[in-house]
């Protein structure tokens, strides 16, 4: 049963993400975490608990549609009880506002909010239409101002990177799922019927795609303005590259391409950061 369960909270999502707040708040600190240390672990801990949480309550709302998308997924296969899975994520949402309420009481309110929204987006996703990739991508970003509600910025031009990745993400959330519409369009439209007509259009790929590539060229701002160096830029030329590859291939590899892209920019912002300091 862990097993499954470990599969269902989708680790190789759930801690980049968590991860990834990280970096942001030693950008929002001007690299300077010391004084915040046991915040910033409860607040990884509070966002990895609730992202984990989400991704099983997706599994349990999905279930019928990944028999026929993913059937190897826990659920899906019978490995795992869709009541047992469904007891995991109240626990999940639970211990993630728990380590959230010792942080402060506004992180509390803001990781409760993302909580809802992300609730609301498992359980009526299926029917949102392309809405639901817009709350997706709102959930991505929300990263940005989460840091707001943990501790006070640090005036350094780092700080102002936080202006323009929040864009970043954004497009390459919402093309990220407008992909995975598409790669899954044969069990949805199995379960939610003709809804899901829009994922067949070629106008649909298209826009996913052009998002995707205006994303990775938005991370080229922080270099171009001063507020990041060369290792950023390296990172940024590789994400670039990765989305124009992402373009080439079908949805189902795409994905994979930008997924590759967020991790390499989040990895290339924390390291220039170590090597050139605030």
């Known amino acids: 049963m862990i097993l499954a369960l470990i599969r269902l909270m989708r680790l190789y999502y759930s801690l980049p993400l968590a991860a990834g707040f990280i970096v942001i708040l030693s950008y929002f600190t001007g690299g300077n975490l010391t004084p915040i240390l046991d915040k910033m672990l409860l607040s990884f801990l509070a966002l990895f608990s609730i992202i984990s949480a989400g991704y099983v309550l997706n599994d349990v709302c999905d279930v019928e549609i990944d028999k026929i998308n993913c059937p190897n997924r826990m659920l899906a296969a019978g490995k795992l009880r869709r009541k047992t899975a469904l007891i995991w994520s109240i626990a999940f949402f639970a211990l993630g506002l728990v380590f959230g309420g010792f942080c402060n009481l506004l992180f509390f309110l803001a990781i409760a909010a993302i909580a809802g929204l992300l609730i609301f987006y498992d359980i009526f996703s299926k029917r949102m239409g392309v809405f639901k990739d817009i709350i997706v991508a709102v959930l991505m970003t929300s990263l940005y101002p989460l840091v707001l509600a943990l ?5 350094t031009p780092r700080l102002n990177v936080l202006f323009i990745h ?7 959330s919402l093309g990220y ?10 069990g949805d439209r199995k379960i939610n019927g003709e809804r899901l007509i829009y994922c067949k259009d070629n106008r649909f790929l298209l826009m996913a795609q052009a998002f995707v590539i205006a994303g990775s060229l938005v991370t080229l701002l922080p270099f171009f303005l001063g507020y990041c160096r060369h290792v950023y830029l390296a990172a940024s030329i590789g994400a670039i590259i990765l989305a124009m590859f992402s373009t080439f291939n079908k949805p189902a590899m795409a994905i994979r391409y930008i997924y590759i892209e967020i991790f390499l920019i989040t990895a290339g912002s924390m390291t220039d950061l170590l090597v050139f300091g605030p």
């Open 151 to 155: 501790t006070e910025p640090a005036q």
């Open 166 to 172: 929040p864009v970043w993400l954004f497009l390459s």
């Open 177 to 186: 799922e407008m992909l995975k519409d598409i790669r899954d369009v044969k």
